[in-house]
C-alpha cells in the first residue's frame, strides 16, 4: 500500500486538531510539536520566549519599577507593540496547529467550536491589554510636557506677550547628583498655587528635604531685584498679565518659569523640574489608589470649608484627632482646609507633607501596581510636569529605600514668618538661609554668601 504524503502514520492517528489548537494557546509551537511538526514548533516558540527574556528583564528591579516604566510615553508605546505582535503570533500558531490536525482526524464542530473560543480569547485579552495600554500612552504625553517651565516658544504667545530677554532653562541636574522638585497645586485655568512644596532627593544620601512655602507669604525679595509686595501665589498670574515686569517675558509660561525660580531664589536650592496638580486631579489620584491612610495630629474644625461642588454639599469641614481612612474628596478637604483656630496654613502644609509622604510609601506597595495604569490616565488631564518620563523608573527604584527616618520635612512658617499687613506673612530672610545651608550644605545658593536682607515692612 502506497501513503499519500499527507496522511497520518500509524503514529499520528487520532491526534485531535482542537487539543493541538489549545496547546498552541498555551504556548506558541506546543501545538506543531504535539503534531510532530519539531522545526515549525521552534519557530513559534522562540520569539514568544524572546518575548518572555524582555518581561524578565524589565522586572529584574520588581514590580513596583517595573509599572513605573510605564508612565514613559516610549516604553507604553513599545508596550503596545508587543502585545499586539504577541496576539497576532499566538492566533497565527493556534489556527496554524489546528489546521495542522484537521487532516489526522474527521472535522467535527466541537473542534471548530474549541478553536473559535481560544481566538476570541486571543482576540479580546490583546485588545484590551493594547487598549488600556494606549490611554496610559495617551495619558502620559498629556502629563509629560517639557516644554511648560523650560522654554517660551515665540510661536504660542498671544497677542501682547513677549519672550523675556533674559530667559534661562531651569538647571539640569548633574547625573547621581541632587534632583529637586517644585509640586504646585491649585486651578489648570488659571496660576493660582494654593500648594507650594519644594521636594529634594539626594542620592548619595538616599534623603529626601521638602520645604513648604505657604501661599500668604509676601513682602519677599525677588530674584531680579525689588520686593514683591503681595502674596507668593499671585505671583505667577501677576507675571502672565504683564502686573509685574519679569525678565521671563510676559506669558503664562513666563509667569511659572518666574515662579518656579523666584522659589528656588527664597529656599536657596536649584529647581530642576516642576509638577502641576489641580485640585480635581488630586481627587481622582487618591480615588484611584482606593483612598488613604492618615494621622491627623490635630482636631479640625472648619466650618467654612467649601467642598467645591456648587453648593451641594454644604460648608464646614470636621475631623477628629487621631487615624483616619479618607477617600478622595475627604482628602482634598483634610489638605485645603485652613481655617481651624491656630491651624492657618502652616497646619495645612504640615497635612499635605504627610500626605505626600504617606502616597508615595502607599504606591511603593506590590498590591498597588494593578492602580498605576489606571491611575496614570485618571489624572492625566489634571497634572502637568516637566520631568523626564523615561527617569520616572529609576529614581522610583532609588527612592524605594527611602526611610521615614531619612525624610526631613518643614513649613516656612513661624520661626521663618513674621505677620505682615494685608492678611499677610513676611519671611526671615537669614533664618530661612540658615535653614537652606543647614539642609543643603554646599549645594545650597546661600553657602558662602552673606545672610540676605530682611524685606518685612
Given at each position: ?8 502514520s500509524a503514529r499520528d492517528r487520532g491526534r485531535s ?168 497645586a491649585g486651578s489648570t485655568q488659571g496660576a493660582l ?265
Open positions: 500500500m502506497i501513503l499519500d504524503k499527507n496522511t497520518p486538531p482542537s487539543l493541538a489548537a489549545s496547546f498552541s494557546f498555551l504556548w506558541p509551537g506546543l501545538g506543531q510539536l504535539y503534531v510532530g511538526n519539531r522545526r515549525l514548533a521552534a519557530l513559534f516558540a522562540v520569539p514568544a520566549l524572546l518575548i518572555l527574556l524582555i518581561l524578565a528583564y524589565q522586572l529584574r528591579q520588581g514590580v513596583v519599577v517595573f509599572a513605573a516604566r510605564f508612565a514613559d510615553p516610549a516604553f507604553s508605546l513599545a508596550a503596545i507593540v508587543v502585545v499586539v505582535a504577541a496576539g497576532v503570533w499566538r492566533l497565527t500558531s493556534v489556527v496554524h496547529a489546528f489546521r495542522a490536525g484537521e487532516h489526522l482526524k474527521t472535522r467535527r464542530v466541537i473542534d471548530r467550536a474549541v478553536v473559535v473560543a481560544l481566538a476570541a480569547v486571543i482576540v479580546i485579552s490583546h485588545l484590551g491589554v493594547g487598549g488600556l495600554l494606549l490611554v496610559t500612552y495617551n495619558a502620559d504625553t498629556a502629563v509629560f510636557n517639557p516644554d511648560i517651565g523650560r522654554a517660551l516658544p515665540t510661536d504660542s504667545l498671544a497677542p501682547g506677550e513677549t519672550p523675556g530677554p533674559t530667559f534661562a532653562p531651569l538647571p539640569t541636574p548633574v547625573p547621581g547628583g541632587r534632583v529637586t522638585i517644585l509640586l504646585i498655587y494654593d500648594s507650594i512644596m519644594v521636594v529634594s532627593y539626594d542620592p548619595k544620601t538616599n534623603s529626601v528635604q521638602m520645604v513648604s512655602v505657604p501661599r500668604d507669604t509676601g513682602y519677599f525679595p525677588l530674584y531680579f531685584g525689588g520686593v514683591f509686595p503681595y502674596k507668593i501665589n499671585y505671583l505667577a498670574e501677576s507675571v502672565g498679565n504683564g502686573v509685574l515686569k519679569s525678565p521671563e517675558g510676559k506669558s503664562r509660561a513666563a509667569g511659572l518659569t518666574t515662579f518656579i525660580k523666584e522659589v528656588s531664589y527664597l529656599v536657596g536650592i536649584p529647581i530642576n523640574y516642576y509638577a502641576n496638580m489641580d485640585v480635581n486631579g488630586f481627587v481622582k489620584m487618591i480615588d484611584a489608589v482606593g483612598g488613604i491612610d492618615v494621622v491627623n495630629p490635630k482636631a479640625i474644625t472648619d466650618p467654612t470649608y467649601d467642598w467645591l461642588d456648587n453648593g451641594r454639599t454644604p460648608y464646614g469641614f470636621y475631623l477628629s484627632a487621631g487615624p483616619h481612612a479618607l477617600n478622595g474628596k475627604q482628602a482634598l478637604a483634610y489638605v485645603r482646609s485652613r481655617h481651624t483656630f491656630g491651624d492657618y496654613d502652616w497646619g495645612r502644609d504640615s497635612r499635605q507633607q504627610e500626605v505626600l509622604v504617606d502616597l508615595l510609601h502607599k504606591m511603593a506597595q506590590p498590591s498597588e501596581i494593578p492602580a498605576i495604569p489606571g491611575l496614570i490616565s485618571t489624572i492625566g488631564s489634571s497634572i502637568s510636569t516637566d520631568f523626564p518620563a523615561n527617569q520616572v523608573a529609576d529614581y522610583v527604584a532609588m527612592g524605594q529605600s527611602v526611610s521615614s527616618g531619612d525624610i526631613k520635612h518643614v513649613v516656612l512658617g513661624p520661626p521663618y514668618e513674621i505677620p505682615a499687613p494685608a492678611a499677610m506673612y513676611c519671611l526671615l530672610n537669614d533664618k530661612l538661609a540658615a535653614l537652606s545651608i543647614g539642609w543643603f550644605g554646599t549645594e545650597s545658593t546661600w553657602y558662602g554668601k552673606p545672610a540676605p536682607a530682611i524685606t518685612c515692612p
